[in-house]
T-cell receptor
């Protein structure tokens, strides 16, 4: 089945640093979504991308939909402690989402 | 609070017992989804409804699982004869899918964490 591979799997960064993570797939997708999940909570939508090449920002977050439609990246600028969590890239059909393997982010003071 | 709500948030049960979870979607959303998430993994799709019709079920949804959305609003997920392997977070999501749109955005609830002893 479809698989979305995220890298890195986990990262420790210091507060104030910029963060970059990416997601690749062997399949072409028409939508890329980035969700964040805090421990014991459901995923929360951060950014949605609908067009190849699209670059979208949401505050300190910026995400891009790769030109090949097989990848996406997410950047977080000037990280803060509340950025801690697991970040999932997500894609699939309109009715069924497929979640990536996740990138666990930990921010140290 | 106008988000997706789930009840209960936590459930501990003994193997062999039946459990039922409830999801209340965002009120104007016509689609409702169930996912299962095990520790260290991303959520996996189980099933979804458009209004009251169940349109797709994953192979993960064994015969012991049944989901309903009788009036096109809230939904229930029942697991019969629970097994230890059913221990997971069960997540509900909802979305609004316009008739002539190819995309919709799913909003997730906080989940129900099930522990089967």
């Amino acid at each position: 089945g479809q698989q979305l591979n995220q890298s890195p799997q986990s990262m420790f960064i210091q507060e104030g640093e910029d963060v970059s993570m990416n997601c690749t797939s062997s399949s072409i997708f028409n939508t890329w979504l980035w969700y964040k999940q805090d421990p014991g909570e459901g995923p929360v939508l951060l950014i949605a991308l609908y067009k190849a090449g699209e670059l979208t920002s949401n505050g300190r977050l910026t995400a891009q939909f790769g030109i090949t439609r097989k990848d996406s990246f997410l950047n977080i600028s000037a990280s803060i402690p509340s950025d801690v969590g697991i970040y999932f890239c997500v894609s699939g059909t309109a009715s069924k989402l497929t979640f990536g393997t996740g990138t666990r982010l930990q921010v140290t003071l | 609070d106008t988000g997706v709500s789930q009840d209960p948030r936590h459930k501990i049960t003994k193997r062999g017992q039946n459990v039922t979870f409830r999801c209340d979607p965002i009120s104007e959303h016509n689609r409702l989804y169930w996912y299962r998430q095990t520790l260290g993994q991303g959520p996996e799709f189980l099933t979804y409804f458009q209004n009251e019709a169940q349109l797709e079920k994953s192979r993960l949804l064994s015969d012991r699982f049944s989901a309903e959305r009788p009036k096109g609003s809230f939904s229930t997920l029942e697991i019969q004869r629970t097994e230890q392997g059913d221990s997971a977070m069960y997540l509900c999501a909802s979305s609004y899918r316009p008739i002539r749109s190819g995309t919709d955005t799913q909003y997730f609830g906080p989940g129900t964490r099930l522990t089967v002893l």
